[in-house]
């Protein structure tokens, strides 16, 4: 089955019902040796086309995953990203903001953290979030601190939506390319993974009680989730709402979209002047008679 990646695109100014977007679809894969495989051949052509990218240093890659608590962000980033070099990759988590990050605009703790070119940037959770947890408990909000803050909240989350496609339209006009994808993992998927992070004892650090009480708010997640993807899913920085109920068949989504973006860059291996090749040539023939 082929992967169109115009089939989990949000489209610019579409109007976004998360309860219409599938969390689960047929598979690509038709077993698990099938998905091992062609797993194995998207990373190998990931591995290939970051090492043209640390080369070319001409683009940077921003890796954005969003999505509610055990939809198989870790996993899909570990297995997507296995064989990319670390010293061109770097993957940042965000929690709860500390007092110090508090003290800044809502942009700043993740736009330090930022790829340089030549470089891929994954975001685990990102500044969405102020968007999408702050927008769910208004308490979060209070405690930021906002000089003159509006009555109507909805004004507040316009203003940043408004942010961040300035700051998407900044990045990509300077090199770097957004990807950003939404797992979206249905409730009844999300029990029985929670079910059995306690049943298995190696997975039982991955479970909080914090996240039954997240839960809980199933369906305000839902509409802030909506509402974020239709005000910044934009052409140069959009969305891919990624069925998560089957994590094979997601991280087999994901691999796919990143590559075909990056192969969309066209990047080649920097051209040597014939003045360096003849220096080379001169070295070499230097060295094979040493």
Known sequence: MDIKTKDFRVAEGDHVDLDKWATNMAPVYTEKHDYKQMLEDHVARLSAQQQLLYAANSHAVLLIFQAMDAAGKDGAIRHVMSGVNPQGCQVFSFKHPSADELEHDFLWRTTRNL?????????????????????????????????????????????????????????????????????????????????????????NWKFSAADITERGFWDEYMTAYGKCLEATSTRHAPWHVVPADDKMNARLIVSHILLESLEALKMTYPQVSAARMAELLAIRKQLATS
Request: proline share 4%; charged share 40%; no cysteine.
């Open 115 to 203: 790829p340089a070119r030549g470089r891929i940037g994954i975001f685990n959770r990102s500044y969405y979030e102020e968007v999408l947890i702050a927008r769910v408990h208004p308490e979060i909000l209070a405690n930021e601190g906002l000089p003159d803050r509006p009555k109507d909240d909805r004004k507040v989350w316009k203003h940043r939506y408004r942010s961040i496609n300035d700051l998407e339209q900044h990045l990509h006009a300077n090199g770097t390319r957004i990807i950003k994808f939404f797992l979206h993992l249905s409730k009844d998927e999300q029990r029985r993974r929670f079910i059995e992070r306690i049943d298995a004892r190696d997975k």
